[in-house]
């Protein structure tokens, strides 16, 4: 689940919080064109190393069953998917 207010956004896996994070302070926005990625960033971000991802170190591996944002389910059918996904199982079982 993700929680977002103002410029603070709150990352919770499993009920337990793992990520917080303060932007900007004074800009509560997050209108966007870019892509929120989930589990991992693509190669080409990865190896672009923008001073603004030097805080992700790896790629999410388990399984991913609800997506909330706010308190608001997200569906993902038709999500993107790029690298070793697999759709309708769990690799880690």
Do not use: H
Request: aromatic share 4%; hydrophobic share 30%; proline share 4%.
């Amino acid at each position: 689940m993700a929680f977002k207010t103002k410029n603070l956004v709150m990352l919770t896996i499993d009920d337990q919080p793992t990520t917080i994070s303060l932007g900007q302070a004074g800009i509560s926005s997050t209108d966007t064109k870019d892509p929120l990625y989930i589990g991992g960033l693509p190669a080409k971000l990865k190896e672009e190393k923008s001073t603004q991802l030097n805080n992700v170190k790896d790629d999410y591996l388990g399984c991913l069953r609800i997506v909330s944002i706010n308190g608001q389910s997200q569906t993902l059918n038709n999500a993107k998917v790029e690298g070793e996904v697999t759709l309708n199982s769990c690799p880690i079982n």
